[in-house]
């Protein structure tokens, strides 16, 4: 099973990025895809997570209205788009897939990929 995430990198505050996870070696469509970030010194915490077969989605509060997750199924790929930037945003952006169990815990997830710098400047 291999996740691969890409597409960080450094923007101003107030600006876009779109962060893009493919998974292969698994069945995709049966797998909820979620979002993490781990900023320096802080815990892991869940930003955003797609279910699988009716595509819901489900974001925590600091990213709501700005945030988008997405998948397409044709391509095993799940994007985040980020939009309205702010510092603390920055973090190191994870992906991860699971056969389900509660969304917003990082231990549900079976699979992850090695992350993507995302850095906020002001």
């Known amino acids: 099973v291999q996740v691969e995430e890409s597409g960080g990198g450094l923007v101003q505050a107030g600006g876009s990025l779109r962060l893009s996870c493919v998974v292969s070696?698994?069945?995709?469509?049966?797998?909820?895809i979620g979002w993490f970030r781990q900023a320096p010194g802080k815990e892991r915490e869940t930003v955003s997570c797609i279910s699988s077969h009716d595509a819901s989605t489900h974001y925590r509060d600091s990213v709501k209205g700005r945030f988008t997750i997405s998948r397409d199924n044709a391509k095993n790929t799940v994007y985040l788009q980020m939009n309205s930037l702010k510092p603390e945003d920055t973090a190191v952006y994870y992906c991860?897939?699971?056969?389900?169990?509660?969304?917003?815990?990082?231990?549900?997830?079976?699979?992850w990929g090695q992350g993507t710098q995302v850095t906020v400047s002001s």
């Open positions: 070696g698994v069945t995709y469509e049966d797998y909820v």
């Open positions: 991860a897939a699971s056969l389900g169990g509660p969304l917003f815990k990082p231990e549900t997830y079976d699979y």
